[in-house]
Nanobody, 123 residues
Framework: QVQLMESGGGLVQPGGSLRLSCTPSGIIYSINLMGWYRQAPGRQRELVAAVTGGGNIHYADFAKGRFTISRENAKNTVTVYLQMNSLKPEDTAVYYC???????????????WGQGTLVNVSS
């Protein structure tokens, strides 16, 4: 089964930057959709940003102008990055990578979640 390998979380001061990355394990030729969600303590998980296989991008309102999602295609794999600038304490959360990948199942795809990486914005 495919797993999502995440990296890039950590502690950063307000106003700082972090870059998260997410790569599916195994051989991946294409994606339907990949993106990042986040969940702060006591709150529901929410979408941060996502990119489709066709290159369409969607941002949550709080991410517009500060966060940038990008996709890098390499031989037999895809990596999605989330560049986060001007971070605020309210951005503190566990960030989860999500992928919807073409797969030989009854529905033609699988949905996969990463284990999450903590982003802590604090002085």
């Amino acid at each position: 089964q495919v797993q999502l390998m995440e990296s890039g979380g950590g502690l950063v001061q307000p106003g700082g930057s972090l870059r998260l990355s997410c790569t599916p394990s195994g051989i991946i030729y294409s994606i339907n959709l990949m993106g990042w969600y986040r969940q702060a303590p006591g709150r529901q998980r929410e979408l941060v940003a996502a990119v489709t296989g066709g290159g369409n991008i969607h941002y949550a309102d709080f991410a517009k102008g500060r966060f940038t999602i990008s996709r890098e295609n390499a031989k037999n794999t895809v990596t999605v990055y989330l560049q986060m600038n001007s971070l605020k304490p309210e951005d503190t959360a566990v960030y989860y990578c999500h992928a919807n990948l073409p797969w030989p199942t009854d529905v033609g795809y699988i949905e996969v979640w990463g284990q999450g990486t903590l982003v802590n914005v604090s002085s």
